[in-house]
Each structure stands twice: as structure tokens, then as C-alpha cells.
Nanobody
Framework: QVQLVESGGGLVQPGGSLRLSCVAS????????MAWYRQAPGKQRELVAV???????NYADAVKGRFTISRDNAKNTVYLQMNSLKPDHTAVYYC??????????WGPGPQVTVSS
């Protein structure tokens, strides 16, 4: 099985930046994509950013030009760089990996809070 360990969450002031990290370990045969989701208080989970095994990226309209997803293949790690943060970015952010077999794995979802 695959295990995901996330880090980098916390409290940041509006306009500040955070970088989330997600390290994958275990049995990894073929990754279809890695992605970040978030769930704000009282709202449904939404897709934030996606990166494929080949490096193609896609973003939700709300975060284009503000967030950047990237990978370090040597470390089996995916990152989410979050800049110019706003209070409405406050949410639990979940890392996920989807394999070619359609199996999916989820990280624990650290909290990101943007507040002055």
C-alpha cells in the first residue's frame, strides 16, 4: 500500500505564503496523478491543483497565478506553494495520489489558517 505524509500547514497572515509537502512511500507501481484538495469549514471538498506523472499541471480558477504544484521525483514528494494567501483560503488541505489502477490514497489533511 501507499502512505502519504503531509507537512507545512499552520497559521499565516493575509498576503503571506506557505508551502505544503506530501511524501509518498510504500508500494508504488504507476502513478496517474497527484493532487491537492481542500475543504473549508462548512463547505464541500474541492480540487485545488493537479500534476500528472509526466509533469502536466492544472489549477482551479480560484488559485491560478497564486498557487503552484510541483514534484520532486527523486524524493517521491509533491508540493503546493501558496502565495498571496487570503482568509478564504483557510481550509484543511489534502494530498492525494491516484494510481493507474484507479486506486487512490489520501494524506491526513493538515489545517491551513489565514488570519491576522
Amino acid at each position: 500500500q501507499v502512505q502519504l505524509v503531509e507537512s507545512g500547514g499552520g497559521l499565516v497572515q493575509p498576503g503571506g505564503s506557505l508551502r505544503l509537502s506530501c511524501v509518498a512511500s510504500g508500494t508504488i507501481l504507476s502513478i496517474y496523478l497527484m493532487a491537492w484538495y481542500r475543504q473549508a469549514p462548512g463547505k464541500q471538498r474541492e480540487l485545488v491543483a493537479v500534476i500528472t506523472a509526466g509533469g502536466t499541471t492544472n489549477y482551479a480558477d480560484a488559485v491560478k497565478g497564486r498557487f503552484t504544484i510541483s514534484r520532486d521525483n527523486a524524493k517521491n514528494t509533491v508540493y503546493l506553494q501558496m502565495n498571496s494567501l487570503k482568509p478564504d483560503h483557510t481550509a484543511v488541505y489534502y494530498c492525494t495520489v491516484i494510481l493507474r489502477s484507479s486506486l487512490s490514497y489520501w494524506g491526513p489533511g493538515p489545517q491551513v489558517t489565514v488570519s491576522s
